[in-house]
C-alpha cells in the first residue's frame, strides 16, 4: 500500500475511495474491508506456477499491478519481454506493472515459490463512478515535491 502511495498516488487515493464506497453500498462487505489494509481491490495467489509471457486482459493501462514474491526458491527470472528486459526474481521482491501494457513472465525456479499479484478492476470503478486515474509522468512527480 505504502509503495503504490509513492509510485502512483492517484490510484492509491482512488482504490481507497473506492473500498469505502464498496463498504457503504454493501453492507456485509464493511467489516472486510475495514480490516483490508491495502488500496488495491483484489488478489490473486499464485503458488508454485511457472507464468508464461503474457499480458493481463482487461485492465485499465494506466493502473500498476503489484507483485510480491515469497517463499524458499531460487533460479527464478522475471521477463519483460516487449522491453528486453530479464532480472533476477528472488524472494521479497516487489513489482509494479501496468501488466496490460508489459509482457511479462516468470522462468523456471527451484523451491517453492508464492506471489501474491495485487490489482484492480476498471469496471469496479465505472460501476461506483470513481475516474480511473491517469497515467504517472515524471513531471507528475516534480509537482509532488514541490
Not at 12 to 41: C, R
Not at 59 to 72: F, H, I, K, Q
Not at 114 to 130: E, H, K
Amino acid at each position: 500500500d505504502e509503495i503504490l502511495s509513492i509510485i502512483h498516488p492517484s490510484q492509491h487515493a482512488a482504490g481507497h475511495a473506492i473500498l469505502k464506497q464498496l463498504g457503504d453500498h454493501v453492507p456485509e462487505l464493511k467489516t472486510v474491508i475495514s480490516s483490508w489494509s491495502s488500496a488495491f481491490s483484489a488478489v490473486q495467489v499464485i503458488y508454485n506456477r511457472l507464468t508464461p509471457r503474457h499480458r493481463d486482459n482487461g485492465e485499465c493501462r494506466a493502473l500498476y499491478d503489484m507483485l510480491v514474491s515469497v517463499g524458499p526458491y531460487c533460479g527464478a527470472e522475471f521477463e519483460f519481454s516487449n522491453i528486453g528486459v530479464v532480472s533476477r526474481y528472488r524472494p521479497g521482491t516487489v513489482i509494479a506493472l501496468c501488466g496490460n501494457v508489459l509482457r511479462h513472465g516468470v522462468s523456471k525456479f527451484d523451491g517453492d515459490r508464492i506471489c501474491c499479484a495485487y490489482f484492480m478492476r476498471s469496471q469496479v470503478f465505472n460501476r461506483l463512478g470513481v475516474t480511473l486515474p491517469r497515467w504517472m509522468y515524471s513531471n507528475t512527480y516534480k509537482h509532488l515535491a514541490q
